[in-house]
C-alpha cells in the first residue's frame, strides 16, 4: 500500500477568489503530514495487454533552405532504432531515381539537396547494424511552392482557437483536431455570449483533406472553460478518437448568455466519421463547486492508469471542490474506473486546481499519476500529496537537472504568500518542498522551467507577478533556487518556448513591431524565434501560436500559428548538430501536447532533462 503524504498550510487555505465565503470544509492544517483516513482503493486493470502507443513513422518533411535555393529535408529518430541505424536520402525526379547520399547519416537526421530538381519525390531509407532496410514514406516537393511551412486551410474561414493532434488514420502521421472560432467568454465576465454563437470540433488529415464537423451546440459557451477536448487513440486500435464535454438539447443559455443546467456529457466521437460511439455523464453541477459559472470550470484528460490502457479523465472545479472521474473506452462502451471527490478526502482537498492537467509515473510503479496543479492524484484515484499552496496558474511536471531524483514539481501560486512559497519546487513523488522563493508574492500568475541560459546547471525556473495582486515583479531562479540578480527586463516571458536551432538552448518568440492587413481579421503581430537577450534565428513567423511541439521531422519542435481560414506549421531550416529520438515518444512530453487543446497553453518539456 502507497504512503500518501500532505503538506497543508495554516489559516485556511486560501481560496482564489475572495468574494465568496469559504466553506467550513476548506480549514488545513499547518504542514503537518498526514495520513489519509479514507479506505484505498484497488488499482485499476485496463483492456491493454501491452502500452497503447502511437505507431509513427519518420514524418519526412521539406522545407526551402537557407540559401532560399536548396530543399532542407528532416526526418525522425524513433525509439524502435537501434543506435548504430544510420540512413540514405533518395530523390526521384523525371522518372529516375538518386541516392543522395555518398556515405550513410549516422549523427543527426537531416539532409540538404543542393541541386534540387523543380518536382521531385524524396524518402528516406534507414540502414539496421545487420542490413535490414525500411524506406520511409514519400514526400512530394515543388520548388517553386517551397516555403518555411506548409499550410491548412479551414473550410469555415474562421480563426482556429485551439488544436489537437493525433493520428486519426492510423498512417503514423499527426493529423489536425482543431476548434473554431477563436473567440472566447471567460468565466468571470457577468454577461456571457448572447448572440448564439457555437463552437465547431472539425478534423483534418495531415495533408489537409478535409473529414468531419461537429457542432457543439448551445449548451457549450464558447469559452475555454466550457468546452474542453483531446484526440488520442483510447481503444488501442491505431487511431485516435475524440474526446469531449457535451450537452443535451434541454442546456440552453439563460438571458445572460450562460448555461447553468439541463444535460452534460462526456462523448467519444470515432476520429475518422465524427460519428458518436458512447456517451456518459460528466461530473454534475452541485453547490460545492461554488459560483457554477465563475468557479468550476471543465477539463479533460488522458492518463495511462494501469501503465498501459489510455483513461479519459472528465474534471470539474479549480478554486473550490475538484472531482474527477475516470473513464475507459472498451469494445465501444465507456466504462468507469473510478470517481475523486475532493470533499471524500481527510483533510478535504479544495482549490487546488490549475489551469491544466498532465499525467506522468512520478512513483515508479509504471502507472500514471496526474497533476491537477497543487495536488497529485494517485493512479488509483486517491491523493498522493497536496502541498496546500491554493490555486497555481501554473504548474510544471519535470526533471530539473540530471543529477536530480525522480521528477519535480515547479508551480506558482496565484493567492498572496508571506511564506515563501509562492514560487516553489515539490518532489513529485510526495510533495515534500525542495525550495521556495523566500519572500512574500502577491499575485503569480505566470511560470515557466526550461533552459536558456548555459552559465548555470539544470533548467531555469522563471515566474512573473500578475498587476492584479498589485505587484508587476518577476523572478528569475536557477533549478537549486538560487534566485538571480538581473535586471527586470533580462527575465523573459513565460510562454511560448520551443527547440528551434542546433543546440539544447530553448527559444522563445518576440513579436515584431510590424503588423500588417487591415481590420481584426488579418491584423496579427508577425514573430521572431530569438535566443535569450535578443540573437534572432527565424523572423516572419505569422498568426497566433496554437501549439509548440515535435509534430514532425527531427527532434526539434515545429511551431503551429492561427490565422484566419488558415493554420500553419513553421518548421525549422536550421541543419541539425546532433539526433535524438522524437520528444512525442516520450510520454510525459506527449501528455503535455495531448492536453493543449483544453484549459490553457503550457510549453511541452520531457520527463528528462534536456538542456546545456
Sequence with gaps: MKKKFFYLLATGCIV??????????????????LEPSHEEKPQVEGHAQERVA???????????????????????????????????????AKGKVRRLTSKALS?????????PQAEAVYWVEAVARKGSKAASEKISVSLDNLKGYTSIRIRNGEKPGKLGIADLNGDGLYDYILRTPSSNVDPGSRIGDKTGKTYQISAYLNDGTY?????????????????????????????????????GPDAVRDENGHVGSGSEYLIVLDGMTGKEIDRVEWPQRNYRYGNLNRQNRNQIGVAYLDGKTPYILAARGTYKLMVVDAWMLKEGKLQQAWHWDGDEENPVVRSMGAHNMVAGDVDNDGRDEILLGSCMLDDNGTLLWSSGLGHSDKAY???????????????????KKEDGRGVSVVDAATGKLVWGIGQTTYHVGDGMVTDFDPAHPGLECFASEDRKGGSTDKYLLTADGTRLNVAQADIPNCRNWVWWDADLLRETLKGDDVRWGAGSASNTRKQSVVKWKGEQCTSGIEGDILLLGDMDGDWREEIVTSLPGEVRVYRTNIPARDRRVTLMQDPLYRSYITHRSMGYPQAPVPSYYLGE
Design 397 to 415: 511536471l519535470c526533471k530539473l537537472k540530471p543529477d536530480a531524483e525522480g521528477l519535480q514539481v515547479f508551480m506558482v501560486s496565484e493567492p
Design 54 to 92: 502511437e505507431k509513427l513513422g519518420r514524418a519526412l518533411t521539406a522545407a526551402l533552405a537557407q540559401d532560399g535555393q536548396s530543399v532542407y529535408l528532416s526526418w525522425r529518430m524513433l525509439q524502435s532504432d537501434a543506435a548504430s541505424t544510420v540512413f540514405h536520402v533518395y530523390r526521384e
Design 16 to 33: 482564489a477568489s475572495l468574494a465568496y465565503a469559504q466553506d467550513p470544509r476548506e480549514r488545513c492544517y499547518y504542514y503537518e503530514i
Design 211 to 247: 473529414l468531419w464537423t461537429h457542432d457543439m451546440g448551445q449548451g457549450i459557451e464558447p469559452g475555454v472553460w466550457y468546452s474542453p477536448y483531446v484526440a488520442y487513440d483510447f481503444n488501442g486500435d491505431g487511431k485516435a478518437e475524440v474526446a469531449m464535454k457535451a450537452t
Design 107 to 115: 549523427k543527426t537526421c537531416d539532409f540538404i539537396d543542393k541541386a
